[in-house]
């Protein structure tokens, strides 16, 4: 069992920055792909960014250059860098894991974390 627990959300202008945190507990990360994923209301999950065990990471297309994620085996944590975030970032942010292997589908990640609100103001 992993338990994951997101951290970071809130209020910020849009322009600005914001790092969200994916802490682990229960087993370590190093065999696990992490993603984030965001819900807007009214709106489906959508996938955001993904990092593997091997450090191979992935990006939505609507992120890609703005949004970085990187992890921290010894702190078993992933983090996602926001930058230059936009109104339509706005959404409850989600960590997921998945052993071993990447994948962008929401339905394919066995663990979740509570969600953290992120609210980009225009």
């Known amino acids: 069992q992993v338990q994951l627990v997101e951290s970071g959300g809130g209020l910020v202008q849009a322009g600005g920055p914001l790092r969200l945190s994916c802490a682990a507990s229960?087993?370590?990360?190093?065999?696990?792909?992490i993603g984030w994923f965001r819900q807007a209301p009214g709106k489906e999950r959508e996938f955001v960014a993904a990092?593997?065990?091997?450090?191979?990471?992935y990006y939505a297309d609507s992120v890609e250059g703005r949004f970085t994620i990187s992890r921290d085996n010894a702190k078993n944590t992933v983090y996602l860098q926001m930058n230059s975030l936009k109104p339509e970032d706005t959404a409850v942010y989600y960590c997921?894991?998945?052993?071993?292997?990447?994948?962008?589908?929401?339905?394919?990640?066995?663990?979740w974390g509570q969600g953290t609100q992120v609210t980009v103001s225009s």
């Open positions: 990092s593997t065990w091997s450090g191979e990471t």
């Open positions: 229960g087993r370590t990360l190093g065999s696990y792909a």
């Open positions: 997921a894991a998945r052993q071993w292997y990447y994948s962008d589908s929401s339905d394919k990640y066995s663990y």
